[in-house]
Nanobody, 116 residues
């Protein structure tokens, strides 16, 4: 099983980034996919989630209206479009797969830094 994140980097406040997470080794279309983030000195927090068929999404209040989660089951990939980025969005972003029961997989994370 692998979850490989990409798309992180350094961006100025107000800028945009698109994160991708490519999955392999499990039946991607059966899993709810989520993005978490962890800032220095803080716990890991849920940023956004999307159901297996993509019909339902949820977001942390801090990112509503700025971030959009989507998925392409044909490509085994989940995305996080991040707009109007703020310095407080700086964190390591992790991809997460959950089967709705007990099986959970994590990626290694990708660093997002928002700074001028």
């Amino acid at each position: 099983v692998q979850l490989v994140e990409s798309g992180g980097g350094l961006v100025q406040p107000g800028g945009s980034l698109r994160l991708s997470c490519e999955a392999s080794g499990f039946t991607f279309s059966r899993y709810t996919m989520r993005w978490y983030r962890q800032a220095p000195g803080k716990g890991r927090e849920l940023v956004a989630g999307i159901t297996n068929a993509g019909g339902g999404t949820n977001y942390a209040d801090s990112v509503k209206g700025r971030f959009t989660i989507s998925r392409n089951n044909a490509k085994n990939t989940v995305y996080l479009q991040m707009n109007s980025l703020k310095p407080e969005d700086t964190a390591v972003y992790y991809c997460n797969a959950w089967d709705g029961r007990t099986r959970v997989y994590w990626g290694q994370g990708t660093q997002v830094t928002v700074s001028s």
